[in-house]
């Protein structure tokens, strides 16, 4: 039942038409859908609560940040799987170091478009309509996933400088 935050954020106090089409108006106080209906047996107080209106559009921002969240840990597997196939192949053979710098590189690519991901998925779920503990959420697994690619993709670049060599 909320208005998009552009048109919400122009309309004054007023009788409106109601959003969930049960009523012929519903009262916008301003900043929010009030109890307060006029249809065609006269004024009335509609049970439907604020917590409950809200929630579904929670929902509606709230999903895509999370399945881009889940979606995220394909590319953060297949980055560290990448990376474990290229420190095999360097610590098996050392003279293969273009197909270790590939698979780093595919890795590397994977871990990029995983954090992007979860970038997104924070940014989606960042607004006021969606509840604290879950925008919270989201962005404590959006930094987890973004520090984890971030490791595998610096990991071999420390080791190298470091030590020298992966391998």
């Known amino acids: 039942m909320s208005q998009p935050d552009a048109l919400a954020a122009v309309l004054v106090a007023g009788w409106f038409p109601d959003p969930t089409g049960r009523f012929d108006l519903r009262w916008w106080d301003g900043r929010a859908w009030s109890d307060h209906v006029y249809g065609s047996h006269g004024y009335a107080s509609d049970s439907v609560s604020q917590t409950s ?3 579904r559009g929670n929902r509606g921002r709230l999903v895509p940040g999370i399945v881009l969240l889940a979606v995220s840990a394909l590319p953060t597997a297949v980055a560290g799987l990448l990376l474990w196939f290229a ?3 360097a610590l098996s053979n050392p ?3 273009m197909a270790t710098f590939s698979a780093w590189f595919m890795s590397v690519l994977a871990s990029v ?3 992007v991901l979860a970038v997104v998925a924070i940014a989606v779920t960042q607004e006021e ?3 604290v503990r879950a925008r919270r959420t989201v962005l404590g697994l959006g930094l987890g996933v973004i520090v984890i690619n971030a490791a595998l993709v610096a990991g071999p670049i420390v080791v190298t400088l470091v030590g020298g060599t992966i391998e």
């Open 113 to 115: 478009f995983a954090a």
């Open 53 to 55: 209106a809200g929630s």
């Open 87 to 89: 420190v095999v192949i």
């Open 129 to 131: 309509t969606v509840p």
């Open 95 to 97: 003279i293969e170091g």
